[in-house]
């Protein structure tokens, strides 16, 4: 029961996460205006705005102008949906469960804005950032090496250190990698979204964790986006990869193991 109501709490959340990947990016508001048609601009019913159902009632079409709607809305519902049932099927109805969900949100919403306009929301990455952080001094970041090194320190102050490390460590490690590639190339190789965003996944994964999301975001971010831009026979000096899409693919395969 506990894994199906998160479920249908995912499809909400995504429902929400489609207004935010379409607005936050050209800093719109999410709140208004309602939900409308892009086509004719129709305010949409409460009925046609049910996740998932409605656009396979609808037949992924407007009622009133029949402009096609994107499958990728009740996919990222979906997405949304399954993620939170995994985040609560590993870490119960809990605050750990909570912060799981929560990440794998941000994740989700960070990936698609990243694909879509190269923009990684302040919204999203700072506001994730401060979620994180005062999660961490409620219950444990995963695998806090706060805790090894000082196995007698107080649980909670040892996370809030764990999580405040880990972003601070990181962020500035992605900040600095950044900073010497202009140096070296004369041209900017790595956005400031992009630190910010591994600050983020500092503070809700620790430090174990987040260098692992580095780590694996960054080795297939190199490939596939090498192969992608040599199959397109793009420039590789020039077209711009969604490091931020990987690392948010890394941080939900990370996270939810």
């Not at 409620?138 to 000082?150: A, D, K, L, R």
């Not at 090498?226 to 990869?241: N, Y």
Request: charge should be positive; include cysteine.
């Amino acid at each position: 029961m506990e894994i199906a109501l998160a479920a249908c709490f995912g499809l909400l959340i995504g429902s929400f996460l489609n207004v935010c990947i379409l607005r936050l990016p050209w800093d719109y508001s999410v709140m208004t205006p309602r939900s409308h048609c892009y086509g004719c601009g129709a305010i949409l019913s409460w009925f046609e705005n049910i996740p998932v159902l409605s656009w396979l009632a609808l037949r992924g079409r407007c009622r009133r102008c029949r402009l096609r709607i994107s499958w990728r809305y009740p996919a990222i519902e979906l997405l949304t949906a399954v993620c939170f049932a995994f985040a609560v099927r590993n870490a119960g109805w809990s605050w750990s469960g909570f912060r799981l969900c929560a990440f794998c949100a941000l994740m989700i919403g960070l990936i698609f804005t990243d694909v879509d306009w190269h923009i990684l929301p302040d919204e999203f990455t700072l506001g994730g950032l401060v979620l994180g952080l005062a999660l961490a001094a409620i219950t444990p970041v995963p695998i806090g090496i706060i805790s090894f090194i000082f196995p007698l320190a107080q649980p909670r102050l040892a996370s809030f250190v764990e999580a405040c490390l880990a972003s601070a460590g990181l962020g500035g490690l992605l900040w600095s990698i950044g900073i010497l590639y202009e140096k070296v190339r004369g041209r900017e190789g790595l956005g400031f979204g992009d630190v910010k965003m591994i600050a983020m996944i500092g503070a809700f994964l620790g430090l174990i964790g987040a260098l692992q999301v580095l780590m694996i975001g960054s080795i297939s971010g190199a490939v596939l986006g090498s192969l992608w831009i040599f199959f397109r026979k793009g420039d590789f000096g020039r077209d711009p990869l969604p490091l931020g899409a990987f690392l948010g693919v890394a941080g939900l395969a990370v996270a939810l193991h």
